[in-house]
């Protein structure tokens, strides 16, 4: 069975800590994607990584993506309140297809 | 670009009910994909279509699930008869096929079967 699975899923922190996201997938994909989504609203992409190795940053949110160990991790520094919200990843198990599948989301609160 | 555009937002109807959702991707996307969210089972992919034809339905739940797309600009999911069990948040998402940018989705579909 294909499967997306992220740790913690949920994660309570302090303003300006660091804590880290990790997602887990079982099979061979070299495409990984991450969307944050606040209560009530919408999903909204956050990063696409494409290959093995690839980081992208944006603010104080880096994701990077090793297809080897099949794992990603989206790391949080110096955490802000703005930033609490659930936060989900997706992999594109079948290439070509376009079908993504999430993992659970991770809901971060960060508190003052 | 008015990006993924879904109605209503919010829905309540009686079970028993019909309830029609409707979508219209963003132009130019050819991957169309309606997806369920509640608190227990997250996301799930309930049918998707690529240039207006259904490719995978298996996640439709039962019979009482139907989708359509009758051309590129607009697509439905309807359930009929409604129940209880249906109350979620549905979400229809669009993609160009060969980009490399995931996902658009909608703003959702709130609906509630009392």
């Known amino acids: 069975e294909l499967k997306v699975e992220q740790n913690p899923l949920f994660l309570s922190m302090q303003e300006g800590k660091n804590y880290t996201i990790y997602c887990n997938y079982s099979t061979t994909s070299d495409r990984l994607y991450w969307y944050r989504q606040d209560p009530g609203k919408s999903l909204e992409s956050l990063f696409v990584l494409l290959s093995n190795g690839a980081v992208k940053q944006e603010g104080r949110l880096m994701a990077s993506l090793d297809t080897k160990a099949r794992l990603s991790t989206l790391h949080i520094t110096a955490a802000v309140h703005d930033l609490s919200a659930t936060y989900f990843c997706?992999?594109?198990?079948?290439?070509?297809?376009?079908?993504?599948?999430f993992g659970q989301g991770t809901r971060l609160t960060i508190n003052p | 670009d008015a990006g993924v555009i879904q109605s209503p937002r919010h829905e309540v109807t009686e079970m028993g009910q019909e309830v029609t959702l409707r979508c219209k991707p963003i132009s130019g996307h050819d991957y169309l994909f309606w997806y369920r969210q509640t608190m227990m089972r997250g996301l799930e992919l309930l049918i998707y279509f690529n240039n207006n034809v259904p490719i995978d339905d298996s996640g439709m739940p039962e019979d009482r699930f139907s989708a359509k797309m009758p051309n590129a600009s607009f697509s439905t999911l309807k359930i009929q008869p409604s129940e209880p069990r249906d109350s979620a948040v549905y979400f229809c998402?669009?993609?160009?096929?060969?980009?490399?940018?995931?996902?658009?989705f909608g703003s959702g579909t709130r609906l509630t079967v009392v």
């Open positions: 998402a669009s993609i160009k096929g060969g980009g490399h940018y995931g996902y658009t």
């Open positions: 997706a992999v594109d198990l079948i290439q070509g297809a376009q079908k993504l599948v």
